[in-house]
């Protein structure tokens, strides 16, 4: 069994994560905190395997609740769940020396075997599947980001489809289900008001 605690601000949030780590009979959620402070003294007084960690929360934001767990010397995997897809964002957790960075809308299987990796010894980086070229801020201006709304991982999707990646290459590349990928795709479509990805990658090449 796989103890795990979760901080994060938003209870919607994490109560969902609990729900889907809690539907594998290998986890067992033992603490969800709601800031980071929270999550340190819980700590300091029970043993955990691995915690979950969102960057932005109040009185004790995520980076900071990393460092003093590393400092205290708290022995357990710590992974970053976070809605960024950002180079600095990720570089700055990087430098941190955490084992795991994962995207809040990952794919809920790709959540619960990841964090089973984790625990066995293999750090995973979720951003780790892009490449600087896949950038969405390299692909996209400020126009289409803001006028579209799309995911981070929809973002990545675009990314991976305009490099010529199949639906079967893009599911394992992102560690998803060919499903997954194909809802994704789906709701790009929707989004973007197009009728298919030939439609789609013109938006993308003229905007």
Wanted: hydrophobic share 40%.
């Amino acid at each position: 069994m796989i103890t795990i605690a979760i901080a994060d601000d938003h209870k919607l949030m994490s109560e969902g994560i609990a729900s889907i780590l809690q539907s594998d009979a290998d986890l067992s959620i033992v603490k969800i905190c709601n800031n980071g402070r929270e999550l340190v003294e819980y700590l300091r007084a029970h043993t955990v395997d691995l915690v979950l960690v969102d960057l932005n929360m109040p009185i004790l934001d995520g980076p900071d609740t990393i460092r003093i767990i590393k400092n205290d010397r708290i022995p357990c995997k710590i992974v970053v769940l976070s809605m960024y897809a950002d180079e600095n964002v990720y570089a700055k957790c990087r430098e941190l020396d955490i084992h795991g960075y994962l995207h809040k809308d990952s794919d809920a299987q790709h959540l619960i075997d990841t964090i089973k990796r984790i625990h066995n010894g293999n750090n995973h980086y979720d951003y780790d599947h892009t490449t600087m070229a896949n950038e969405p801020s390299k692909l996209f201006d400020d126009k289409f980001l803001n006028k579209f709304k799309l995911s981070p991982r929809e973002l990545e999707i675009i990314a991976l489809v305009s490099n010529g990646l199949t639906n079967n290459e893009i599911a394992d590349k992102l560690f998803l289900s060919v499903h997954t990928v194909m809802t994704h795709r789906k709701n790009i479509l929707h989004k973007l008001a197009v009728r298919n990805t030939a439609e789609m990658l013109s938006l993308i090449n003229n905007s």
